[in-house]
């Protein structure tokens, strides 16, 4: 599913977006997520409050065999991606509180995604090797420290890995689709509807937790389309740089269905709900007829 040459490409691509997040970050990231407590805790309940659970539920009452349970849990434990701000922006909502969920969610990934991994693994009766995730975790925080050191000493060429960073992570959707899907067709064929829909409803559930969270505590309607989209779309690379880098032989490969699937369907399903978004904006902007003025 993911050969040796895709493996390389994917663990650079990985280092260049973990360095790109490095670099978008300053030490006034920090202080401003620790002023504004009441961001940073939607973002946390959006993040590994609801999509651990979708998981675990998803995992819990469809019929998939283990391995794809073990994609479903750690797909659902992801941090938010970089993806989630280029859809925000398009879809002209609350850029700067989308970023912040972002950097929020993967700095505290790093104690949280273990513990979740642990807890729901349980509960499924699943094995995953949660010290290998923590070593993986704690080796993907160097390009970001490297990153942030790039922003420190020049801020021009911190921004422009940050933009490279963001970038690769469309990229490596469109690389995913050019190298992947036409070589494991016949995989795909072969793949029962139930891990489709997995991978496709847990982006959507995402999507709608995250809206009606927002809503619940009375954000505007552009910050809660913001938390929406930040919810709903999950780090995929992270997630299938952890499953190679964690998991060895077929169980490797049935694990990465549901990160390699949900990768390539929450752009579809991101899409449609950006351009939904915006023809809400459309409607609102239109002036009436002078008959009813």
């Not at 490409?9 to 973990?18: H, K, R, W």
């Not at 006034?28 to 609801?50: E, M």
């Not at 009375?218 to 779309?233: F, H, K, N, W």
């Amino acid at each position: 599913m993911v050969g040796p040459l895709e493996q390389a490409i994917l663990a650079l691509m990985i280092a260049v977006i973990m360095l790109g997040m490095g670099a978008s970050l300053t030490p006034r990231d920090f202080t401003s997520a620790l002023k504004r407590p009441y961001g940073l805790f939607i973002g946390l309940v959006s993040q590994y409050g609801f999509m651990p659970l979708i998981a675990f539920t998803l995992a819990l009452t469809l019929p998939v065999s283990e391995p794809v349970k073990i994609g479903l849990l750690i797909m659902g434990c992801m941090p938010g991606g970089t993806t989630s701000n280029i859809f925000t922006y398009f879809s002209k909502g609350n850029l700067a509180l989308s970023v912040l969920m972002t950097v929020n969610s993967t700095l505290f990934g790093v104690l949280l995604i273990p513990i979740l991994l642990v807890i729901y693994a349980t509960g499924l009766n699943v094995d995953i090797p949660a010290e290998n995730i923590i070593v993986t975790l704690f080796l993907l925080l160097v390009p970001v420290a490297i990153g942030m050191a790039l922003r420190r000493w020049n801020a021009n060429v911190g921004a422009l890995v940050e933009l490279g960073g963001s970038a690769l992570g469309i990229i490596f959707i469109v690389f995913l689709l050019v190298s992947w899907v036409p070589r494991n067709w016949g995989f795909l064929l072969g793949t029962p509807a139930s891990v489709f829909f997995a991978a496709i409803a847990l982006g959507l559930c995402g999507f709608l937790c995250g809206y009606g969270l927002s809503r619940l505590l009375r954000q505007t309607p552009r910050d809660a389309r913001t938390v929406a989209l930040e919810t709903g779309i999950q780090n995929g690379p992270l997630a299938v740089a952890l499953v190679v880098l964690t998991f060895a032989g077929s169980q490797q490969q049935e694990i990465l269905a549901i990160p390699v699937l949900y990768s390539l369907f929450i752009v579809i399903s991101s899409s449609l709900l950006t351009f939904w978004f915006r023809s809400i904006d459309a409607r609102s902007q239109q002036t009436l007829p002078k008959s009813l003025l």
